[in-house]
């Protein structure tokens, strides 16, 4: 185990070059919300964070792992180092998957520290111009599903026109890893992309047990809204009337997680409007990320005087699909999903396991359909290398991530991924694509609903 005294630690502010060498441009944080220092202090560094970090296990440098970069928060604090793009690079290589807080001894609140430190990257660090333009297509793009939905004409035609296969071809895309790695997890466009099927209200099936909100997402909406459909059956199966509001919009997980501060709190407030007189008793969401983001709204808008009352309302009613049906009681029947065994593998998405400490109640529910026999993969905590837009800003070490999580599935014999997250699910077919695999990749929520309507699916073991 390392020594907790920073003099014995090879990465000392005093031998560390990585942060001597800007000692003549000393700068420091800038005074809105920089990380706490006794959050810092709280590091104890004994590197039990480092095996369970996919960032430091891919690119096995200290300074990127989560102890290496509580050391730059700590010398950045102190005025001892500055932000430049030398030392934020390691704040960008960080996935947020939050393994590191479910790991550590000392119970260091990392996911607090680095959600302090990358806005203050956003405001501090300059971008060069293709950072600048991805980030900006990316901010200004993905979490707004209208604007979105005006690509879709276009996206269909470079899939269905040829012209998909011809750019891939030509190796192009090469030119740039980052519009590479975009073009390379573009889901199949079909016509369920192009609106909304949903009604506002949805009656239960049976007698009414409770009247639930849904939150639609962003890409789940238009590339996977047969997982929201899905998620509105089992609901009402179980005795749920459902609400949609129509004014909802992004749940604001893609800027929060990458520091986008103002935007976040927009779009925050923009949901819990949209949900403000609709008297649910729970609201759900079947997406692990933008769960995670919607129990985070108190934190998120703690400065906010008129929000924050409404922010803790909200964030305590926000279930995600599967912890919700535990707690209350799943009641609908279920029927096998193929005339003989099924083996299934359930994919833990970060912000589910780490995040929101979800990780029995999806196995439980799986185990309840009729002939379905749960594996485990090896390294199941390991992030998968999406983490929301890690895998298009920082491609190489998500692709690593991918190959090594698709192994571990593969491994496991199953003839079905189970995923709870549609970043997750876009990155684990790119792999499996990749290796030439046909396997199916469905949400739990997908699972059950077929279990319950009786629909059998296609076992690729056969």
């Keep these: 185990m390392q020594t907790s005294e920073k003099s014995n630690n090879n990465i000392s502010n005093n031998n560390n070059p990585e942060i001597n060498k800007f000692d003549k441009q000393l700068k420091g944080f800038d005074p809105k919300k920089p990380p706490k220092q006794e ?47 030398a030392t934020t690079q390691h704040f960008d290589t960080c996935l947020g998957c939050l393994a590191c807080v479910s790991t550590c001894p000392s119970g260091v609140q990392y996911d607090k520290l680095i959600s302090a430190t990358r806005p203050q990257v956003e405001r501090n660090q300059p971008r ?22 005006l690509l879709l004409p276009i996206l269909w035609l470079y899939q269905n026109i040829g012209l998909q296969k011809i750019i891939r071809a030509t190796g192009i895309l090469k030119i740039s890893p980052r519009i590479a790695a975009m073009e390379s997890i573009l889901p199949k466009i079909t016509k369920d992309s192009f609106q909304d099927k949903l009604p506002e209200i949805i009656p239960p099936q049976g007698e009414k047990r409770y009247r639930v909100g849904v939150v639609l997402g962003c890409v789940q909406r238009l590339f996977f809204s047969p997982v929201n459909e899905a998620t509105v ?84 009613k926000v279930r995600d699909s599967q912890e919700f049906l535990m707690e209350v009681g799943f009641t609908a029947n279920l029927t096998p999903l193929t005339d003989g065994e099924l083996k299934i593998v359930y994919q833990d998405a970060c912000h589910l396991l780490h995040g929101q400490k979800i990780s029995l109640q999806p196995r439980q529910l799986l185990r309840k359909i009729p002939q379905v026999t749960l594996k485990e993969p090896i390294d199941a905590a390991l992030c998968c290398g999406s983490a929301g837009v890690y895998n298009m800003l920082q491609p ?34 790119k792999h499996l694509n990749l290796k030439g695999k046909e396997i199916m990749v469905k949400h739990p929520m997908e699972l059950l609903d077929s279990s319950i309507r009786g629909i059998k699916l296609k076992d690729n073991s056969k």
């Design 128 to 149: 060069n111009l293709l950072d600048k333009i991805i980030r900006f297509v990316i901010f200004n793009l993905f979490p707004y599903p209208l604007r979105l939905r």
């Design 39 to 85: 959050l810092i202090d709280a590091c104890v560094h004994c590197g039990f964070c480092l095996s369970t970090c996919p960032s430091y296990r891919v690119i096995g440098k200290e300074m990127d792992s989560p102890r290496g970069r509580i050391y730059l928060m700590d010398a950045i604090n102190k005025q001892d180092a500055a932000l430049t793009k």
């Design 233 to 316: 059956r089992v609901l009402t199966a179980n005795g749920c009337e459902v609400v949609i509001p129509k004014t909802q919009g992004c749940c604001a997980a893609l800027p929060s997680h990458q520091g986008q501060e103002k935007q976040a709190q927009t779009l925050a407030k923009q949901m819990i409007d949209s949900f403000a007189n609709t008297d649910v008793d729970y609201i759900i969401i079947n997406a692990a990320g933008c769960g995670h983001t919607l129990k985070e709204y108190a934190h998120i808008l703690e400065d906010d005087i008129e929000y924050r009352e409404k922010a803790k309302a909200f964030t305590a």
């Design 396 to 429: 190489d070490v998500a692709n690593e991530l991918g190959q090594q999580k698709v192994d571990n599935l593969l491994n496991t014999g199953a003839n079905l991924i189970a995923s709870p997250n549609p970043g997750c699910a876009l990155q684990i077919l």
